[in-house]
């Protein structure tokens, strides 16, 4: 073999090729130190690759404690009434569309642009302890998975249809690790009924306020921080509770601060609607729920959200009218914003943003925006200190 090989002289091409392998993964080695596949240390460094969520047909969630804490009133019947059926396809196909398309503009404007793979989201599962109809959706990776440097993250998600949540995006969490990302699920929930709290009672105020989770065991999820470099900005909420802030907080470590931010909102689910950093020291908050921030924000801009123009409250919406606070930057002056909202559209100009207006109303009924709808892989940048 070899013989014949030298005959022929390819024992060298042979030798050549090894040699352009070697080189070219030297070559790729280089190219990830210097930019890691994964890399995202704030909200707003030029976004370079990003996962959108993808609507596929889904189920109404059943209700239970983890809706009644969270969800809109409006929509409390349907949960009550429909729990566990596929949702109407005319109210997803918009959404669908809206979704869609906004990832076609993420990939127009340069951007690497990967969607989760699309699966029935209505088979049923359960543990030892429970049951559940089906999975909720894979339309929004912000609430269950973050990235920290060149680390992605699976949240333990409190709500049980959400149990899955993060296997869809398997296909691309296993390519990321592949190509050197680091890959973490924090520790599995159970679950189980001590995690809810029995007789639930709305708060009607923040000075009765209570949650709807217990400290059992620690799960939250992703979209309950918001990330400035080495500071890191949480809020206790129906699906993030102390125990869970805490995981996050000890498995960060040193090179990072996790502040616990107090915030105005009885029926808290995620921070993207309510404090949303944009740039350095520039922070967009939403005044009815942020009072007021600590003081290492004096030397920020602390912009406030102007009142909703639009109104998505008039039927079924898992969100409220300030999901136009949930913007994506795409770099931390160009900002994916709804095109509905002109009040918010003016603020940003007036603020020195460069809008870039979509609209995403009929998926703003499914519970997310801009922000909630993308997970932000790799932004060119490092990890800074903002304060
Ligand atoms: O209605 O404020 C916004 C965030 C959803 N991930 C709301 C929820």
């Given at each position: 073999?070899?013989?014949?090989a030298?005959?022929?002289?390819?024992?060298?091409?042979?030798?050549?090729?090894?040699?352009?392998?070697?080189?070219?993964?030297?070559?790729?080695?280089?190219?990830?130190?210097?930019?890691?596949?994964?890399?995202?240390?704030?909200?707003w460094?030029?976004?370079?690759?990003?996962?959108?969520?993808?609507i596929?047909?889904?189920?109404?969630?059943?209700?239970?404690?983890?809706?009644?804490?969270?969800?809109?009133?409006?929509?409390?019947?349907?949960?009550?009434?429909k729990?566990?059926?596929?949702f109407?396809?005319?109210?997803?196909?918009?959404?669908?569309?809206?979704?869609?398309?906004?990832?076609?503009?993420?990939?127009?404007?340069?951007?690497?642009v990967?969607?989760?793979?699309s699966i029935?989201?209505?088979?049923?599962?359960?543990?030892?302890?429970?049951?559940?109809q089906?999975?909720?959706y894979?339309?929004?990776?912000?609430?269950?998975?973050?990235?920290?440097?060149?680390?992605?993250i699976?949240?333990?998600?409190?709500?049980?249809?959400?149990?899955?949540?993060a296997f869809?995006?398997?296909?691309?969490?296993?390519?990321?690790?592949n190509?050197?990302?680091?890959w973490?699920?924090?520790?599995?929930?159970e679950?189980?009924?001590?995690?809810?709290v029995?007789?639930?009672?709305?708060?009607?105020?923040?000075?009765?306020?209570?949650?709807?989770?217990?400290?059992?065991?620690?799960?939250?999820?992703?979209?309950?921080?918001?990330r400035?470099g080495?500071?890191?900005f949480?809020?206790?909420?129906n699906?993030?509770?102390e125990?869970?802030?805490?995981?996050?907080?000890?498995?960060?470590?040193?090179?990072?601060?996790?502040?616990?931010l107090?915030?105005?909102?009885?029926?808290?689910?995620?921070?993207?609607a309510?404090?949303?950093p944009?740039?350095?020291?520039?922070?967009?908050?939403?005044?009815?729920?942020i009072?007021?921030?600590?003081?290492?924000f004096k030397?920020?801009?602390?912009?406030?959200?102007?009142?909703?123009?639009?109104?998505?409250?008039?039927?079924?919406?898992?969100?409220?009218n300030?999901?136009?606070?949930?913007?994506?930057?795409?770099?931390?002056?160009?900002?994916f914003?709804e095109?509905?909202?002109?009040?918010m559209?003016?603020?940003?100009?007036?603020?020195?943003?460069?809008p870039?207006?979509?609209?995403?109303?009929?998926?703003?009924?499914l519970?997310?925006?801009?922000?909630?709808?993308?997970?932000?892989?790799?932004?060119?940048?490092?990890?800074?200190?903002?304060?």
């Amino acid at each position: 073999m070899l013989l014949e090989a030298l005959k022929n002289n390819e024992v060298q091409d042979i030798f050549l090729k090894e040699s352009e392998q070697i080189n070219r993964s030297i070559t790729l080695k280089t190219e990830n130190q210097l930019q890691p596949v994964v890399n995202s240390h704030n909200e707003w460094d030029p976004l370079e690759e990003v996962i959108v969520g993808r609507i596929d047909e889904m189920l109404i969630p059943e209700w239970s404690v983890c809706i009644e804490s969270t969800m809109p009133e409006i929509g409390w019947d349907l949960y009550k009434e429909k729990g566990g059926t596929l949702f109407p396809e005319e109210m997803l196909y918009k959404a669908k569309e809206e979704l869609d398309n906004f990832a076609n503009i993420l990939a127009g404007n340069g951007l690497t642009v990967v969607r989760p793979d699309s699966i029935q989201q209505n088979r049923p599962f359960s543990t030892p302890d429970w049951h559940a109809q089906g999975s909720l959706y894979s339309a929004m990776p912000r609430d269950g998975l973050i990235v920290f440097g060149d680390e992605i993250i699976e949240a333990p998600m409190c709500w049980r249809n959400r149990y899955y949540e993060a296997f869809p995006f398997r296909t691309l969490l296993k390519d990321y690790f592949n190509r050197g990302a680091k890959w973490t699920a924090a520790p599995k929930p159970e679950l189980s009924d001590s995690l809810y709290v029995k007789d639930y009672q709305t708060p009607q105020s923040i000075e009765e306020m209570r949650y709807g989770i217990t400290e059992f065991e620690p799960v939250f999820d992703a979209a309950d921080f918001a990330r400035c470099g080495r500071d890191i900005f949480a809020q206790q909420s129906n699906v993030t509770n102390e125990f869970g802030i805490e995981w996050l907080r000890r498995h960060l470590g040193s090179d990072y601060n996790v502040h616990v931010l107090e915030v105005n909102d009885t029926h808290p689910m995620h921070i993207d609607a309510t404090f949303c950093p944009m740039a350095p020291g520039k922070v967009l908050v939403n005044p009815e729920r942020i009072k007021h921030l600590p003081a290492m924000f004096k030397n920020w801009e602390i912009l406030v959200a102007p009142e909703p123009t639009i109104d998505i409250s008039n039927s079924f919406t898992m969100c409220s009218n300030w999901i136009v606070a949930n913007t994506l930057m795409l770099n931390e002056k160009q900002v994916f914003v709804e095109a509905e909202d002109m009040n918010m559209v003016r603020a940003l100009e007036s603020w020195g943003f460069e809008p870039i207006p979509v609209s995403l109303l009929n998926l703003n009924r499914l519970g997310g925006g801009f922000h909630c709808c993308t997970l932000d892989v790799r932004r060119k940048g490092t990890l800074e200190a903002y304060f």
